[in-house]
């Protein structure tokens, strides 16, 4: 599955996952939440702040998880200050989800 960025034109590839455990108990983890719009609806993204790569949704009763951190083709390091790379941490985004993989969409996009 791909989620679109449609202000920043982007392509996060979204995996299948569990349900995270968000269990307070003796994990030692802190998790958050920001909203965020997917085709048209106001979904929580879920990411565990202490030691996390990946945020976690559920759309249609099924869970998945996205890096938050992440850019279209190989970027340097300088290319990271200057913004290409988005980090999806911020509230607010408004994302399409559609089926597919992330080669496709950018290969169909140019």
């Given at each position: 599955m791909v989620l679109f960025d449609v202000e920043h034109r982007l392509?996060?590839?979204?995996v299948n996952s569990a349900r995270p455990k968000m269990a307070p108990i003796r994990q030692d983890r802190a998790w958050g939440y920001v909203w965020k719009t997917v085709n048209g609806e106001r979904v929580k993204f879920w990411i565990d702040f202490r030691r996390g790569r990946y945020m976690y949704f559920e759309y249609g009763r099924k869970w998945y998880r996205v890096a938050?951190?992440?850019a279209n083709g190989k970027k340097s390091g300088?290319?990271?200050f200057d913004g290409a790379m988005i980090d999806l941490t911020v509230d607010g985004h408004r994302l399409l989800f559609m089926k597919g993989r992330v080669g496709r969409q950018t290969a169909r996009a140019v």
């Open positions: 392509y996060y590839e979204a938050y951190l992440q300088d290319d990271v």
